[in-house]
């Protein structure tokens, strides 16, 4: 499996390079080549199995043989142990055909931890393996950076720099944030928002001459690591709920539209969906897009929840990719 960009000028990639990086060099995001298929025999025979070990069995295909069995089901028991609830993500059962899928009983309370609890250890075992120190870099309205900082803060191997706005992040997030004390975490407070902060990570990945040849790695979901890992949570709750013999449809609040896409991969892959909802809040462009067409960037509003606060959601570019037939 090699992964390809979505703007079909950058070199394709193995898993191990498409971890260790963000945009393609073409500004572009990386997809794999090929979208596995998860078998409806495959998927009966997760029922029961525990989260980590449907997570191994979902994203083995991505990793495609790059890391050997036994040492990725090890970074993956490594990864979910850290979730204070056995079941990982439980379903909380709210009416007779209403679920809730709970997404924060990992460290940081934010579902983000689903992706950056696993992001951080392979990140952390593909720099041993070869020997080499990274710069890890992400933009955060909250919720990614205090999840990448937890996931990240005892890696051996890398540094990490978050930039989030400044007092536009919640308090909780920012003192999650900024109160770490270990030696490779570095939090930048800027001037402006979310987007702001984003575009800072972009012209970083555009321009890096400042770091003289270290390797520059994003932890937003432009790394495809991020879709891959958050994929496994449709397809637990999916089977939870009686795939591949029901459908099931899901309501993903989205900002950047990493978390609803990945649910459209675990669809593409094979998990019968009947429909993906999105919620928006007052920064709609999801909602303009998806109704009237309208991708424009309006000005940022602040409101009461900053992770949702965006005005350009980076991940519709993969969308847009499938839906113009990966014609890059
Ligand atoms: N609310 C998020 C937005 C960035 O999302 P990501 O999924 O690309 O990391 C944040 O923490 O800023």
Same mark, same amino acid.
């Given at each position: ?49 525990s989260y980590a070990?449907?997570?191994?069995? @979902? ?21 979910y142990?850290?979730f204070?609830h056995d079941a990982v993500v439980p ?11 709970? %997404?924060?009983h990992g ?7 689903v992706?950056? #609890? ?26 990614? !950076?205090?999840?990448?900082?937890? !996931? ?10 978050? /930039?989030?706005?400044?007092?536009? @992040? ?5 003192? #999650? ?20 902060? #984003?575009?800072? @990570? ?8 400042? /770091?003289? !040849? ?22 637990t709750?999916?089977?939870? %709920? ?14 950047? *539209? ?11 892959? !094979?998990?019968?969906?009947? #429909? ?43 969308? /847009? *990719? ?7």
């Amino acid at each position: 499996m090699r992964y390809i960009s979505t703007r079909g000028q950058a070199p394709a990639l193995s898993f191990e390079e498409v971890v260790l990086t963000g945009m393609a060099s073409d500004g572009g995001l990386y997809v794999p080549e090929e979208v596995p298929q998860l078998s409806a025999e495959a998927l009966e025979a997760m029922a029961g199995l525990s989260y980590a070990e449907i997570a191994f069995r @979902v994203m083995k295909p991505f990793v495609n043989g790059e890391i050997d069995d036994e040492t990725f089901r090890g970074i993956v028991r490594d990864a979910y142990a850290t979730f204070s609830h056995d079941a990982v993500v439980p379903l909380n059962q709210l009416d007779a055909n209403h679920f809730l899928l709970e %997404l924060f009983h990992g460290p940081t309370l934010a579902f983000k931890d689903v992706a950056l #609890q696993l992001l951080g250890r392979l990140l952390d075992h593909f720099l041993a393996k070869r020997g080499e120190r990274a710069v890890i870099m992400g933009a955060t309205s909250g919720d990614t !950076g205090s999840a990448a900082i937890e !996931g990240c803060r005892h890696c051996d191997n890398l540094d990490i720099f978050i /930039l989030h706005p400044h007092n536009r @992040v919640s308090e909780v997030q920012r003192r #999650q944030m900024t109160s770490v004390l270990a030696d490779n975490v570095f939090n930048i407070a800027i001037e402006g928002n979310f987007d702001d902060a #984003q575009a800072m @990570v972009k012209a970083s990945f555009a321009d890096q001459g400042f /770091l003289n !040849g270290t390797r520059l790695v994003a932890v937003n979901s432009i790394n495809w690591a991020r879709i891959m890992a958050q994929i496994v949570s449709y397809v637990t709750a999916g089977v939870a %709920l009686g795939a591949p013999h029901r459908q099931v449809s899901f309501c993903v609040p989205s900002a950047n *539209f990493g978390n609803v896409f990945a649910g459209y991969m675990a669809y593409r892959m !094979g998990l019968p969906v009947k #429909q993906f909802i999105i919620a928006t809040n007052a920064n709609d462009i999801l909602h303009r897009t998806l109704a009237a067409n309208d991708f424009s960037k309006q000005e940022l509003k602040a409101t009461l929840a900053p992770s949702m606060d965006i005005v350009v959601s980076s991940n519709f570019e993969r969308l /847009l *990719f499938e839906a113009y037939e990966r014609d890059g």
